[in-house]
C-alpha cells in the first residue's frame, strides 16, 4: 500500500470517529434538551395549581402558607394580590425558609401560637393517594406542616399531577426523630424491613429541621395501611412526627398538562 493510501484511509478512519463522536455529542445535548424541558414544563404546571389555589384566599384571612416548590408560587401569588389588589391577610408559616420568603413579599406574620385558629391552609403534598391520604415531608417542614394543618379550619393541598397516585409508599415516608436515640430508630426500623436511611444535606451531613431534630426516611414501596402505621410511629418513644397526613386535606388543586383540576374529597373542612 502506497503512502498516499495510507494517508487516505487515516484520514477516512479519523472522519468516521469524528462523525461518531458529533452523533454522541448532540444525543446528549437531545437528551439535556428534553429533560429540562420536561423540568420546566413541571415546574409550569406547579406555578398554574399554585396560583389557583390561591384564589381561595380571602380578604381578612388568617392563612398557613405551606412550604414546598409548588407552594413557593401559592406565596408569590398572595404577594402580587397584596400589591396589587390589596388584599389583607395575616401568614402563619410552616418552616423558615417559607418565613423567609413571606417577609420579603410583605406578607404579616404571626406564630401559631399567636392565633387561634387559621382559617386555610394551603400546602403541598409529595404523594396523594386515591383516597385523598398524603405523605409529605420532602422538604423537611413535616413537623410544622402538621401542626399548622392541625389548628386550620381547612386544608388545600395544590400538586403537579405526578403526585397523584394509586397507593402511598413509592416516596419514602419521613419520621422526624430526636438526635438522642436516632440510631436506636434505625435499628428497630432496619428489623422491621422498612429500609430506613438517615438523611443527608447535600454536603453529606445530617440534615437538620428547623427544630434541630433528624429525619429517617423509610423506603416502604406500598403502604397498605396508613392509619395502622400511623397509630405505630405515633407511640415510638423518641419519634417526634410522621409524615402520613391522614383525613386532613378537603380539596387539592392539582396542576396538569389539561389545565388545573379541582378535586373535592370526603373531608369536610371544620365547622
Known amino acids: 500500500m502506497s503512502t498516499c493510501s495510507i494517508f487516505f484511509l487515516k484520514i477516512i478512519q479519523i472522519g468516521t470517529k469524528e462523525r461518531y463522536l458529533f452523533t454522541k455529542i448532540n444525543a446528549k445535548i437531545s437528551r439535556k434538551a428534553q ?15 399554585g396560583i389557583e389555589a390561591a384564589k381561595f384566599v380571602k ?22 394580590r397584596m400589591r396589587e389588589e390589596g388584599l389583607n391577610i395575616i401568614g402563619v408559616t410552616t418552616s423558615n425558609a417559607t418565613k423567609e ?9 404571626k406564630s401559631i401560637d399567636d392565633v387561634v385558629e387559621v382559617d386555610l391552609t394551603i ?3 409529595d404523594e396523594i393517594s386515591t383516597d385523598f391520604q398524603g ?7 413535616l413537623l410544622f406542616e402538621k401542626i399548622v394543618a392541625t389548628y386550620s379550619k381547612e386544608t388545600i393541598w395544590i400538586v ?18 430526636i438526635p438522642y436515640g436516632s440510631q436506636q430508630l434505625l435499628r428497630l426500623f432496619a428489623a422491621k424491613d422498612f429500609h430506613p436511611v438517615l438523611r443527608k444535606t447535600a454536603d453529606g451531613e445530617t440534615l437538620k429541621t428547623d427544630s434541630g431534630h433528624f429525619i429517617i426516611d423509610l423506603h416502604l414501596q406500598t403502604i397498605e395501611q396508613p392509619e395502622i402505621l400511623a397509630d405505630y410511629l405515633d407511640n415510638l418513644v423518641g419519634v417526634v412526627e410522621h409524615g402520613l397526613f391522614l383525613n386532613l386535606v378537603s380539596k387539592v388543586v392539582v396542576g ?4 388545573v383540576k379541582i378535586l373535592d374529597t370526603p373531608h369536610a373542612p371544620k365547622a
Do not use: C, H, W
Open 123 to 125: 400546602d403541598g403534598a
Open 135 to 141: 405523605i409529605k415531608g420532602g422538604g423537611a417542614a
Open 35 to 49: 429533560t429540562q424541558k420536561r423540568g420546566k414544563a413541571n415546574m409550569n404546571l406547579k406555578q398554574q395549581a
Open 101 to 109: 420568603q413571606a417577609e420579603k413579599l410583605g406578607i404579616p406574620l
Open 256 to 259: 396538569s398538562e389539561n389545565g
Open 160 to 177: 403537579d399531577e405526578s403526585k397523584l397516585v394509586e397507593n402511598l409508599g413509592d416516596f419514602p415516608l419521613p419520621v422526624e426523630v
Open 59 to 80: 380578604d381578612g384571612m388568617i392563612v398557613g402558607l405551606g412550604t414546598g416548590s409548588t407552594a413557593y408560587y401559592m406565596v408569590e401569588e398572595l404577594g402580587r
